[in-house]
């Protein structure tokens, strides 16, 4: 009987050939768009339906399409996250067959709460660094060899270079841009007043509740990282109405045009 990381690689393989029989050019370069931002970077390429990908998680949260699409690079339009029921191998499924395709470098999007006060809905976040919160990790279990060592380095979780890249395309393009740590709690209830004090007292500036676990899968692969957080909202105890995942929605589609021209110019200066 096949161990559970042989029944999960196998489930990997079956993902990558699927995709791989439909699009035999898998392009180096990934993007994951996260809630409210699945209209964004359209590539004119193809796409596939993750319905139709074996074994893919499929999200079920409003803003999520779940759509692959491939072009110039590959588009991935919407994630599942831990607190739909997914179980943290699901969650990291998709970032794995992006690594058995021949990803090379991922660019990471969610929206995010503000835990710092400078910050307003619709700014645009390069994250530095992470808290997990989630109370698991992908990488629990029996290591997946082939992807990587058993304890691997986070230090430089989000690629140095990618980042000074960022920061330049955003300075060129003049686009305001904040940096900081984003901290990923479980969900799917938003924070209360009290953990928002926690995470800014830890040196948070954003929270939210996707990315990490995409982020340590990557890494673990070999994969290069950067990541963006559209921040949406004022967190739990900062705002003066109560929180609500339309908002959420609402903000990142408002945000939309300027995180493309900041993704564009990264990719645009990739090549």
């Given at each position: 009987?096949?161990?559970?990381?042989?029944?999960?690689?196998?489930?990997?393989?079956?993902?990558?050939?699927?995709?791989?029989?439909?699009?035999?050019?898998?392009?180096?370069?990934?993007?994951?768009?996260?809630?409210?931002?699945?209209?964004?970077?359209?590539?004119?390429?193809?796409?596939?339906?993750?319905?139709?990908?074996?074994?893919?998680?499929?999200?079920?949260?409003?803003?999520?399409?779940?759509?692959?699409?491939?072009g110039e690079f590959a588009v991935l339009r919407g994630r599942c996250?831990?607190?739909?029921?997914?179980?943290?191998?699901?969650?990291?499924?998709?970032?794995?067959?992006?690594?058995?395709?021949?990803?090379?470098?991922?660019?990471?999007?969610?929206?995010?709460?503000?835990?710092?006060?400078?910050?307003?809905?619709?700014?645009?976040?390069?994250?530095?660094?992470?808290?997990?919160?989630?109370g698991g990790n992908p990488l629990r279990g029996e290591n997946l060899?082939?992807?990587?060592?058993?304890?691997?380095?986070?230090?430089?979780?989000?690629?140095?270079?990618?980042?000074?890249?960022?920061?330049?395309?955003?300075?060129?393009?003049?686009?305001?841009?904040?940096?900081?740590?984003?901290?990923?709690?479980?969900?799917?209830?938003?924070?209360?007043?009290?953990?928002?004090?926690?995470?800014?007292?830890?040196?948070?500036?954003?929270?939210?509740?996707?990315?990490?676990?995409?982020?340590?899968?990557?890494?673990?692969?070999g994969l290069k990282v950067t990541a963006i957080s559209c921040i949406?909202?004022?967190?739990?105890?900062?705002?003066?109405?109560?929180?609500?995942?339309?908002?959420?929605?609402?903000?990142?589609?408002?945000?939309?045009?300027?995180?493309?021209?900041?993704?564009?110019?990264?990719?645009?200066?990739?090549?």
């Amino acid at each position: 009987m096949p161990s559970p990381a042989d029944s999960e690689l196998s489930a990997i393989d079956a993902a990558a050939e699927a995709v791989r029989e439909r699009f035999p050019n898998f392009p180096p370069v990934a993007v994951v768009l996260g809630s409210g931002l699945g209209d964004v970077l359209a590539t004119g390429g193809p796409t596939l339906p993750y319905s139709e990908i074996p074994h893919f998680p499929r999200p079920r949260v409003e803003g999520h399409s779940g759509v692959l699409e491939v072009g110039e690079f590959a588009v991935l339009r919407g994630r599942c996250h831990f607190y739909e029921g997914h179980p943290m191998e699901a969650v990291v499924r998709p970032v794995r067959m992006l690594a058995r395709l021949g990803v090379r470098t991922l660019l990471l999007t969610n929206a995010a709460g503000t835990v710092d006060r400078r910050f307003r809905p619709g700014d645009l976040m390069l994250i530095e660094d992470h808290l997990n919160f989630l109370g698991g990790n992908p990488l629990r279990g029996e290591n997946l060899e082939v992807f990587g060592p058993r304890f691997p380095d986070l230090t430089d979780a989000y690629d140095p270079g990618l980042r000074k890249l960022a920061i330049s395309v955003a300075r060129t393009e003049r686009i305001p841009l904040r940096r900081g740590v984003y901290a990923a709690a479980p969900g799917p209830s938003y924070e209360t007043p009290a953990e928002i004090r926690m995470f800014r007292r830890l040196g948070a500036s954003a929270v939210g509740m996707s990315t990490v676990p995409e982020v340590i899968a990557a890494r673990h692969a070999g994969l290069k990282v950067t990541a963006i957080s559209c921040i949406t909202n004022l967190a739990a105890g900062l705002a003066r109405r109560p929180l609500a995942h339309a908002e959420v929605l609402e903000t990142n589609r408002r945000a939309g045009g300027l995180l493309e021209r900041l993704l564009r110019g990264i990719l645009g200066r990739m090549r």
